[in-house]
């Protein structure tokens, strides 16, 4: 095993990264192929610092979500990052208080980039906002999805890892290539 492999390996322990596996135990029959190294993130520390790992160790990797916006390359060798952070959160609520009432009008959610896009429509449809009722039928992560340029409305920005692996909020026009999407913040309207 290359010693670069044995250092991951090390650093984010046996039980975590996976060597010789067959993606298709992953990700269906589609992906039926077996990858040098596999790693699933599950929040965003992990996934910054097995990115951060890589990066200095100059290793080639691929960041699957669900793998449904992918063309796998056959000849790939590196490590496979499963993108499985799955955090949803609400800040920025905007609204007025009245004698009938607080009303919420509008407010933030952040969504982590390996949140299923189902899941962010459902998770905002059950808090009341809108926006995002066209993302309950769709496949896929929110990171794929950006980083396919999926072109939703309500999207602010997106917190991503740039090549230097500081962490910096961008605009989407303004994300590069070597940015990994972190997470994605949009501004949705409350239900009427």
């Known amino acids: 095993m290359d010693s670069k492999y044995q250092i991951i390996i090390n650093e984010l322990g046996p039980l975590r990264v996976k060597s010789g596996i067959n993606l298709k135990n992953y990700f269906g029959q589609r992906f039926d192929q077996e990858v040098e190294l596999f790693f699933m993130a599950t929040t965003q520390t992990e996934l910054i610092k097995v990115i951060?790992?890589?990066?200095?160790?100059?290793?080639?990797f691929l960041i699957i979500g669900t793998g449904t916006k992918i063309i796998f390359p056959s000849d790939f060798k590196g490590i496979i990052i499963n993108n499985k952070t799955q955090n949803l959160k609400i800040f920025g609520v905007k609204g007025k208080?009245?004698?009938?009432?607080?009303?919420?009008?509008?407010?933030?959610?952040?969504?982590?980039?390996?949140?299923?896009?189902?899941?962010?429509?459902?998770?905002?449809?059950?808090q009341n906002l809108t926006g995002l009722e066209i993302l309950e039928t769709k496949n896929g992560t929110i990171g794929g999805s950006i980083m396919n340029d999926w072109g939703i409305e309500s999207l602010e920005q997106v917190k991503i890892l740039d090549k230097y692996n500081d962490i910096i909020n961008k605009k989407i026009n303004q994300v590069e290539?070597?940015?990994i999407i972190l997470s994605a913040i949009f501004k949705l309207k409350a239900k009427k």
């Open 97 to 126: 208080v009245s004698v009938s009432g607080i009303g919420v009008e509008e407010a933030m959610v952040e969504a982590d980039s390996g949140v299923l896009l189902s899941k962010l429509a459902m998770y905002a449809n059950n």
């Open 177 to 179: 290539t070597e940015d």
């Open 52 to 60: 951060a790992l890589v990066r200095e160790l100059d290793l080639d």
